[in-house]
């Protein structure tokens, strides 16, 4: 005789759904939409490169330090986010600021990199070797300014203590954007030194 003694006990095989937090979600779309981007606007640079006509010069040496720059604000954005996991406020602040003063000075320094692109006769319009340049650094420098958006948004929730160590999505989120674009540039940069 078959015993019912087991159907009141909850089931236990199910299994756990998987979950992002939807602010997470949007963003990792929008972060493989802008890499989609980027490598189209990379293929098109090699395909153009093959059919010729093409002028070759040196990248200014702004762009070297403008590297720098930005993989140092790197460091600082997330040792903003390790002092707001430690509730350490006012480090928190500090990191922060420096991260948007890095950011600025990143996009200042790409600025300087085109001057010097002009005098040195490279331009946007006329030969496509240019043409990629300003394209690909233009095109990176907008979506960088959003992220230093993002970065001043939060210093403005910093100041107003709504980013703390039981509130970090935010800036966990800013943070991982803005190493994103840290790292696309470095993809960009060497391959505009070395293809």
Request: glycine share 6%; net charge positive.
């Amino acid at each position: 005789m078959m015993s019912f003694n087991n159907l009141s006990a909850p089931v236990s095989d199910a299994k756990p759904t998987l979950r992002m937090n939807p602010k997470k979600f949007v963003l990792w779309l929008l972060m493989v939409s802008i890499v989609m981007l980027f490598a189209a606007l990379t293929s098109a640079y090699i395909v153009r490169k093959g059919d010729g006509n093409w002028l070759l010069f040196d990248l200014p040496n702004v762009f070297y330090y403008s590297t720098g720059v930005l993989l140092l604000s790197s460091v600082t954005i997330q040792l903003s986010y390790f002092f707001a996991k430690k509730d350490e406020l006012e480090k928190l602040k500090l990191f922060i600021i420096i991260s948007a003063i890095l950011g600025i000075s990143f996009l200042f320094m790409q600025v300087q990199g085109w001057k010097e692109l002009v005098q040195n006769k490279v331009f946007l319009v006329g030969n496509p070797s240019g043409s990629f340049v300003y394209i690909i650094t233009g095109v990176h420098g907008a979506h960088l300014i959003t992220g230093v958006v993002f970065i001043i948004i939060m210093l403005v929730a910093a100041f107003r203590y709504k980013v703390h160590s039981k509130s970090l999505l935010k800036i966990e989120m800013c943070a991982t954007y803005w190493h994103f674009l840290d790292l696309l540039w470095v993809y960009l940069f060497c391959f505009i030194l070395f293809v």
